[in-house]
């Protein structure tokens, strides 16, 4: 039974450490950045014994090579291709447009929603006032 988790758990941890270099073999580079050639691999070494109380220890090595980070994959991972362009004046403008329409649009909601709040206050209060005189008439009624 610990044989079984110890190499399912092996091969667990040798799937995730190849994820990396899956990922790093199909991205594609962006319109300003440069292919160079994939950077050298660092090797990774893990043993796992496990012991039953019957049989002698098992040994389970397992050997991954996990992708090296040089300073030109870093870069062009943290820069975006077009995000980071400064914005046109028409694009500044039309940004302040949008964001005025959506100050408007959260202010008319806010007084609906007030208009709407007050409006059930006084229609508890008529309802509570009609329950009085509901109350009264069926009081009066009743000493006769």
Same mark, same amino acid.
């Given at each position: 039974?610990?044989? &079984?988790?110890?190499? /399912?758990?092996?091969?667990? =941890? /040798?799937?995730?450490?190849?994820?990396?270099?899956?990922?790093? %073999? #199909?991205?594609?580079?962006?319109? %300003?950045?440069?292919?160079?050639? @994939? @950077?050298?691999?660092?090797?990774?070494?893990? &043993?796992?014994?496990?012991?039953?109380?019957?049989?002698?220890?098992?040994?389970?090595? =397992?050997?991954?090579?996990?992708?090296?980070?040089?300073?030109?994959?870093?870069? +062009? $991972? &943290?820069?975006?291709?077009?995000? #980071?362009?400064? *914005?046109? +004046?028409?694009? *500044? +403008?039309?940004? +302040?447009?949008?964001?005025?329409?959506?100050?408007?649009?959260? #202010?008319?909601?806010?007084?609906?929603?007030?208009? $709407?709040?007050?409006?059930?206050?006084?229609?508890?209060?008529?309802?509570?006032?009609? !329950?009085? %005189?509901?109350?009264?008439? $069926?009081?009066? !009624?009743?000493?006769?």
């Amino acid at each position: 039974m610990t044989t &079984t988790f110890a190499a /399912v758990l092996g091969s667990l =941890i /040798v799937f995730g450490l190849s994820l990396p270099l899956a990922a790093q %073999s #199909n991205s594609q580079p962006g319109p %300003s950045a440069t292919q160079d050639a @994939p @950077p050298a691999a660092a090797q990774t070494t893990t &043993t796992t014994t496990t012991t039953q109380s019957s049989a002698a220890p098992a040994a389970v090595t =397992i050997d991954t090579a996990a992708p090296a980070m040089s300073a030109d994959t870093d870069a +062009r $991972e &943290t820069a975006a291709p077009d995000t #980071n362009a400064p *914005m046109t +004046r028409g694009e *500044m +403008r039309d940004q +302040r447009e949008e964001q005025k329409q959506q100050e408007k649009s959260a #202010n008319a909601d806010a007084k609906a929603q007030k208009h $709407e709040a007050k409006a059930a206050k006084e229609d508890a209060k008529a309802l509570k006032q009609q !329950n009085k %005189s509901t109350e009264a008439t $069926e009081k009066g !009624n009743s000493g006769y």
